[in-house]
């Protein structure tokens, strides 16, 4: 019988990639300015970073079912500290993202393989309940992030920001190393990854719940892709723009708890990811409208209506990453594998685009649209 690993470890280790991203969207601006390039190409480090981090995904959960979940954690935290002192050296804007490469290939494992291990461990109604509170936790994720990234980056610069990076990733490779166990089950199969992908890619649920995943995320990242340069636009500091993560996080910490209480009323899945495709398209229209020149308030008001995105993401995305894979038991670690590099690909993609398009309100509008209509065929297809 396998062990479960510590609930306090499995958290950090799903928070971690999160935690690590938005700690890195305040220095953009100072990256901008230090590598002079455009607004337009700091932002996209995001997008390669979610493009590495959807391969990252594929490799690490595929190794997960062959060389086991403990030791393909080990092995992308080792990758991620790599990365991230590549990036502290580095001069060279192509070499930074070189180096957002490698450090999204190795954070990879903190979603992937903590997300097979809790799939390992329960099962059910147990294994919402325990999404349930890992998405709780992303509430504390962006005031971390936000905060320290601002800190970080108003007094040291992206530098700064490199050198936490790196640190956090040793200690949590040290944590690792001394409590996580190995969960992969003995009866675990193996198939062809072709095989696999032919199999989920033919499944209508899988295709509706990966592009809910990547559509929630794309409005989650959207802010911190675009956001940092509205802030700067209005002659507000790194720092006012840290402090927004305080709202942020207890809008997502809220969207966790109201998913736990309406879990607990006996609300399914599909009524929750409609509930919260809603809130979403009421947030992302109160964008919109802040920052359309009819109305003329292009300023820090539309962080009211961003309040519903956050909880709208803590209502849908433990629903969803709880019963996504619920057939793939028996090879968890390769179904993960493509179920996230399917999604991440997505996103990927989806920031490369917002990148472009540069209009948060509108972005967030059309995603939590989409959001809405595929959730509706989703409740009714179940």
Same mark, same amino acid.
């Given at each position: ?18 935690i ?29 970073y ?40 580095v001069?060279d ?14 954070a ?21 309940k325990? %999404?349930?509170?890992? /998405?709780? !936790?992303?509430? =504390?994720?962006p005031?971390? $992030? +936000? &905060? @320290? *990234? ?23 490779l040290?944590?690792?190393?001394k ?5 992969k ?5 193996t ?15 899988i ?23 509205? %802030?700067?636009?209005? /002659?507000? !500091?790194t720092? =006012?723009?840290?402090?927004? $993560? +305080? &709202? @942020? *996080? ?95 690909? +997505? &996103? ?22 989409f ?12």
């Amino acid at each position: 019988m396998n062990i479960k690993p510590p609930l306090w470890l499995a958290v950090l280790l799903m928070m971690f990639p999160q935690i690590m991203e938005t700690i890195y969207s305040p220095a953009l601006p100072d990256i901008a300015e230090h590598f002079a390039v455009p607004i337009s190409a700091a932002a996209q480090t995001l997008s390669v970073y979610f493009v590495a981090f959807a391969i990252g995904v594929f490799c690490w959960g595929r190794l997960a079912d062959v060389i086991g979940r403990r030791k393909a954690m080990l092995a992308g935290l080792v990758c991620y500290a790599i990365g991230s002192a590549f990036a502290l050296l580095v001069s060279d804007f192509s070499l930074l993202l070189m180096a957002r490469v490698l450090s999204a290939f190795g954070a990879a494992v903190g979603s992937v393989i903590t997300q097979t291990m809790m799939r390992d461990s329960y099962s059910g109604e147990e294994l919402a309940k325990v %999404f349930s509170v890992m /998405g709780m !936790s992303f509430g =504390i994720s962006p005031v971390i $992030g +936000l &905060l @320290l *990234g601002s800190v970080l980056s108003a007094f040291w610069g992206y530098q700064g920001v490199f050198v936490v990076l790196m640190s956090s990733a040793i200690v949590l490779l040290f944590l690792s190393v001394k409590s996580l166990p190995e969960t992969k089950p003995a009866h675990t199969q193996t198939i062809a990854i072709g095989e696999l992908a032919i199999k989920m890619l033919s499944d209508r649920g899988i295709i509706k719940n990966t592009l809910l995943v990547a559509a929630f995320n794309l409005m989650w990242f959207s802010y911190f892709s675009l956001a940092p340069f509205m %802030f700067e636009a209005q /002659g507000l !500091s790194t720092l =006012i723009f840290g402090m927004s $993560g +305080l &709202l @942020l *996080g207890f809008g997502a910490f809220l969207g966790s708890y109201f998913n736990q209480v309406l879990l607990g009323r006996c609300c399914t899945s599909p009524r929750l990811i409609r509930l919260a495709s809603s809130i979403a398209l009421v947030g992302g229209v109160g964008i919109w409208l802040l920052q359309s020149t009819f109305i003329g308030l292009n300023n820090v008001y539309f962080l009211a209506p961003m309040l519903l995105i956050v909880i709208a993401y803590g209502i849908a995305i433990p629903n969803i990453l709880s019963s996504a894979l619920a057939g793939y038991r028996t090879y968890a670690g390769s179904a993960g594998a493509l179920f996230g590099l399917f999604y991440y690909i +997505l &996103l990927g993609a989806g920031l490369g685009v917002v990148g472009l398009i540069n209009h948060l309100g509108g972005v967030i509008t059309l995603a939590a649209l989409f959001c809405t209509v595929l959730s509706m065929s989703r409740a009714r297809g179940e």
